[in-house]
């Protein structure tokens, strides 16, 4: 089975990461395009994988993804579906904002199309993916894609109407830890601690609250309580994100992204 990326950006290159870090899919049955010979010399040093400038080529793929910027799609699209290929071919776009129906308008109605939403966590196995496919996807291929993607980190099949909430809770949310995370570590660098630490002990909490949320399946609001003593450190800190807004801020963000997603 042949994988093919048209694109190697930061995603698909995350993608690329997690799939051969599982050892699910050898690195050379991989083939990744790029518009330049740089990122192609990059992506090949980095992952030895095959590479090429020609998206033709990789178009080729029997599971073919196309992992390019919204605004190049059309354009990458009409160069590459003339190529032929299998009618098993499975083609996984990640293009935020590019619906089945436009994908099925672009590449044909009978063509086997999933559109998926991952996130850059893939690179160390942690990913999240948002999975929709169209209606010539048979289960069991369905399946095999879902597979792949769990490879690095979780999958799970929705329905497309949620995509623009799964774009801002999934797709974009780790710009937003990054920023919270980095945030906490400026506060511990202003009480004297040093960068080095404070990134360690600001990313480590957030991976471990994470995880409590997961693993135990308490409400998130019965976790927080627990660690907010009356008259305490926590409780004064909440108090002092509450008045600055942070909750809504932070739902104000997802919504301005979602409505990014929606009008692309």
């Known amino acids: 089975m042949k994988l093919g990326f048209i694109g190697a950006g930061n995603m698909a290159c995350?993608?690329?990461?997690?799939?051969?870090k599982s050892n699910l899919i050898n690195c050379r049955e991989i083939i990744a395009s790029a518009a330049t010979q740089k990122t192609i010399d990059r992506v090949s040093e980095e992952f030895d994988i095959e590479v090429t400038l020609d998206n033709k080529e990789?178009?080729?793929?029997?599971?073919l993804f196309l992992a390019v910027k919204p605004i190049y799609c059309s354009q990458v699209i009409e160069e590459t579906k003339c190529v032929q290929v299998s009618d098993s071919q499975i083609i996984v776009s990640i293009a935020a904002g590019k619906s089945i129906k436009w994908l099925e308008g672009a590449y044909g109605s009978e063509k086997k199309i999933i559109r998926i939403m991952p996130n850059?966590?893939?690179?160390?196995?942690e990913g999240m993916t948002a999975v929709c496919p169209n209606k010539n996807v048979k289960q069991d291929e369905l399946d095999r894609i879902c597979r792949l993607l769990e490879s690095f980190g979780k999958a799970e099949v929705i329905d497309e109407r949620l995509m623009d909430a799964v774009i801002a809770v999934s797709g974009s949310s780790p710009a937003y830890v990054f920023m919270f995370i980095e945030a906490m570590a400026d506060a511990a660098v202003a009480e004297g601690m040093n960068r080095e630490q404070a990134?360690?002990?600001?990313?480590?909490?957030?991976?471990?609250?994470?995880?409590?949320?997961?693993e135990t399946g308490k409400h998130p609001a019965e976790l927080k309580d627990m660690v907010c003593s009356p008259a305490g450190t926590t409780i004064e800190a909440v108090r002092a994100l509450e008045k600055s807004g942070f909750r809504g801020s932070v739902m104000e963000g997802m919504r301005a992204c979602a409505d990014?997603?929606?009008?692309m």
């Open 120 to 125: 850059t966590p893939a690179l160390v196995g």
């Open 58 to 63: 990789v178009a080729k793929a029997d599971i």
């Open 199 to 214: 990134y360690q002990f600001a990313a480590q909490s957030v991976l471990g609250s994470a995880k409590m949320i997961l």
């Open 14 to 20: 995350a993608m690329i990461g997690g799939i051969i």
């Open 260 to 263: 990014r997603s929606r009008n």
